[in-house]
Every structure is written in C-alpha cells, then in structure tokens.
C-alpha cells in the first residue's frame, strides 16, 4: 500500500500476515462461480482465479497526526496459544518492521482496536518474564464500551483466552479508555460506530483539511462485500445487524472522495467506493 495523506494526516501500513487464503476461510459456501461475474473488479489484487484464493492481509495501520500517532487494529501478536494454527505461538518480525516504521513503541499514544476479535488485539500485549504487559506503555487503548462489556462475558473458550491475554492486561495497567457512540480521539481522528460484525464493532474516522478515509474493521473483509453487501463472514455475530451497517455505510460513502482503508484488503488496500449496478464496487 502507498502512503496515504488526507491533509495534515498520514496513514501507512505495518504488515504482520498477508497471501492467499482460501475463500472458504471466511465465506463457507463462497464458490469459484460465485466469483466469476466480478473477477474485473476483484482479479488480481484481491483474488486470484487459477488457484481460488482470496488475497488478504492482517496490517495495523500507523496514523500520525501532526501531535499524535494512533496505531489502528494490533494484529495477531507473538507467544499467543491459538487453536488457527498459522496463527498459534507465533514469533513473526512485528516490532521489528513497526520501529523500521519509524514507530517506536513507546512513543505510540493511542491504540484503537475496531473490535476485540483475535486478529485485532494481539499486539496490545507482549510476554515478558512470563506474563502479559502493555506492548505500548505510554499509549491510551481505546476500546468500545459495548464491546469490552460484550467480550467480558465470552463463554466461547478461545474468545475468553483472547481477552484474558490480550485485553484484561492492559485494563489491568489503566490504561483503557472506554467509550461510548461516536467518539473523537484527537482533531480529526473518530471511532465510528459500525455494529454487526461484534456488537461494539467501530470505523475509525479519519478528517484533515476537507479530506476524508474511513478505516472499515470488519465490517467488511473483503472487496466482494461491496459488490454483494448481503454476504456476510461466517464471524459476524449478527447477520441482519452487520448487513444493514454495511449496506447504510456504503449509501453513506459512495461516489464520494473519501477512502476506504480496509482493515483486511490486500494492496492496494485503499480505493473508493462507486455505483456498480444496484450495488457499489471498489474503485482502486
Ligand atoms: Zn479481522
């Protein structure tokens, strides 16, 4: 992904797993047919028909602010048991190519996490002598209040395990903020509720001298979610929810010049949502 600039905002892209998966993953009963009337607005940056692959990734997102740099979504993080083997116990380079960013991690000062889904809060933490600890120290964590409550209660085995190491420690360490709605983060700089997908889910708003991007979450995962907005991800914890969010966010961007940063969009991971038929597609 090249670098974006809205005004005086920057936003880049710090890659922890990125490739082909398979589109089964995410979309159970998703067939290589389903793909074909679209393959000119998916092929070959975010699906590769030889083979039937998605093409994804799993980024955080550094934003700078001319006082501030926000890290969006944390990704998977290292030393983690997970029962998705490509993502248990593992040792990837992450702070490595993050300080290669320019982003010493104590010098980040808010962390927003879209939902507290695995794949979005790994990096909050890091293990250290045998326990958990704030991989940010200095950062304020900005959760939805909904959301934490939500996952509080997990009864789901690997979810509960997830938020023990991964998000009970740095409430732990007060440095959670939790928020309710709409919620602006510094000038310019909001979370934007997108419900569905988890119940606190959120959008990060980005705004800076009349221009505009919107990171997504998971409120969509996939470009194919544009041009078939009723298709949902076999994670989204309510269905109907998540469909009208989705549906009501791309009345809401589309034909504009805002960017759609998409959490899980393979490069060039930004593009703009346009009319394509009686739904929208992304525009790169
Ligand atoms: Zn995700």
């Given at each position: 992904?090249?670098?974006?600039?809205?005004?005086?905002?920057?936003v880049?892209?710090?890659?922890?797993?990125?490739?082909?998966?398979?589109?089964?993953?995410?979309?159970?009963?998703?067939?290589?047919?389903?793909?074909?009337?679209?393959?000119?607005?998916?092929?070959?940056?975010?699906?590769?028909?030889?083979?039937?692959?998605?093409?994804?990734?799993?980024?955080?997102?550094?934003?700078?602010?001319?006082?501030?740099?926000?890290?969006?979504?944390?990704?998977?993080?290292?030393?983690?048991?997970?029962?998705t083997?490509?993502?248990?116990?593992?040792?990837?380079?992450?702070?490595?190519?993050?300080?290669?960013?320019?982003?010493?991690p104590?010098?980040?000062?808010?962390?927003?996490?879209?939902?507290?889904?695995?794949?979005?809060?790994?990096?909050?933490?890091?293990?250290?002598?045998?326990?958990?600890?704030?991989?940010?120290?200095?950062?304020?964590?900005?959760?939805?209040?909904?959301?934490?409550?939500?996952?509080?209660?997990?009864?789901?085995?690997?979810q509960?395990?997830?938020?023990?190491?991964?998000?009970?420690?740095?409430?732990?360490?007060?440095?959670?903020?939790?928020?309710?709605?709409?919620?602006?983060?510094?000038?310019?700089?909001?979370?934007?509720?997108?419900?569905?997908?988890?119940?606190?889910?959120?959008?990060?708003?980005?705004?800076?001298?009349?221009?505009?991007?919107?990171?997504?979450?998971?409120?969509?995962?996939?470009?194919?979610?544009?041009?078939?907005?009723?298709?949902?991800?076999?994670?989204?914890q309510?269905?109907?929810?998540?469909?009208?969010?989705?549906?009501a966010?791309?009345e809401?961007?589309?034909?504009?010049?805002?960017?759609?940063?998409?959490?899980?969009?393979?490069?060039?991971?930004?593009?703009?949502?346009?009319g394509?038929?009686?739904?929208?597609?992304?525009?790169?």
């Open positions: 992904m090249q670098p974006l600039t809205l005004g005086k905002i920057h880049s892209r710090v890659v922890e797993v990125e490739g082909p998966t398979s589109p089964r993953f995410l979309f159970p009963d998703l067939t290589p047919e389903d793909l074909r009337p679209y393959l000119q607005w998916l092929a070959p940056h975010f699906y590769t028909p030889a083979d039937d692959r998605l093409r994804m990734s799993i980024h955080s997102f550094i934003v700078r602010t001319p006082h501030h740099t926000i890290l969006v979504e944390t990704c998977l993080g290292n030393d983690k048991k997970r029962t083997p490509n993502w248990n116990m593992r040792s990837g380079p992450f702070l490595q190519d993050l300080r290669a960013a320019g982003v010493d104590a010098r980040v000062d808010f962390v927003l996490c879209t939902h507290l889904h695995v794949d979005h809060v790994g990096w909050n933490t890091r293990l250290q002598d045998g326990r958990w600890v704030p991989t940010f120290p200095n950062a304020k964590y900005v959760f939805n209040r909904t959301e934490y409550e939500f996952w509080q209660q997990a009864a789901d085995a690997d509960a395990e997830t938020f023990r190491d991964s998000v009970l420690p740095v409430m732990e360490a007060g440095q959670v903020l939790l928020v309710d709605g709409e919620y602006e983060i510094v000038d310019g700089v909001w979370l934007e509720p997108t419900p569905g997908h988890t119940p606190g889910h959120c959008s990060v708003h980005l705004t800076s001298s009349g221009a505009e991007g919107v990171v997504t979450g998971d409120m969509m995962h996939h470009p194919l979610q544009i041009l078939e907005p009723e298709r949902c991800s076999r994670f989204c309510d269905v109907p929810l998540a469909r009208r969010t989705r549906r966010f791309l809401r961007y589309a034909d504009r010049d805002v960017r759609i940063i998409g959490t899980h969009f393979f490069p060039p991971t930004i593009g703009r949502v346009v394509h038929k009686d739904t929208w597609r992304l525009a790169i």
